[in-house]
């Protein structure tokens, strides 16, 4: 497992400062701050309605902060829209797969690397040599990551007519593709049984180990989550509740009782 240095202790690779989400008026996430470490597996957690999903959009700038920032690096990430958010090395999945449907494999992850290419529909429609140098050194990357993630053999295959569980692998692929920082994962084990929520929580192991890729998992399934990251921010009706080890979060009693509720309630 991934260790992170002290550099990294002092400076985190991503930081949540203070921020809070207000829709007409219903504060969905109230001042919430927390820091991620290279090379972490950080859980986000936390009942319906607590504020995992507004915060996780506002991470990948689908949502704007009514307050507070969120740091990549050291540098505010507020100022980007969301289609160029993969350029400084986010990259994320959808909670209801978001792939095209009508494209092979190969193509779907092939759109990943899109953010890390620097040609323009001139230098394309010519075919210039250090295009095709680059298109050479995309499929390169591309079928590397089939192979890392077995869709070698369904790479030529229109996603539609893949198993839900193949086509999560698929989305996972493309997000690969463009070489995020960090890795932000909305309900990965959504709609998967039991044997592939775990091979699931294992693969996410295997790509932070592998390739070195920082992780934010948002889940439903404890399970999952207290197996897979190192880390975990409980949130609750919009506020941070706990952070901690997987242990101790799964054992604090504020996050028991909003789970479970109590016979005060």
Known sequence: MMQAT????AAPLLAVRDVSVVFGGIVALNGVSFDMKKGQI?????????????????????????????????????????????????????????????????DNVRVGTHSRTNSDIVSDSLRLPWVRS??????????????YLDLREVAHTTVSGLPFGTQKRVELARALAAEPKILLLDEPAGGLNHEEVYVLGDLVRRIRNDRGVT???????????????????ALNFGKKLAEGTPTEVQNNADVIKAYLGSKDQ
């Open 134 to 147: 680059g298109e050479k050194a995309m499929n390169k990357r591309v079928d590397e990551i089939l192979g």
């Open 42 to 106: 950080l859980g986000l957690i936390g009942p319906n309605g607590a504020g995992k999903t507004t915060l996780f959009n506002c991470l990948s700038r689908l949502y704007q902060p009514s307050k507070g920032d969120i740091l990549l690096d050291g540098e505010s990430i507020l100022s980007r829209p969301a289609h160029r958010i993969a350029e400084i090395g986010i990259g994320r999945t959808f909670q209801n797969v978001a792939l095209f449907p009508n494209l092979s494999v190969l």
């Open 215 to 233: 992780v934010l998992l948002v889940e439903h399934h404890m399970g999952m989550v207290m197996s897979t990251a190192d880390h975990v921010v």
């Open 6 to 9: 002290s550099s990294d202790s």
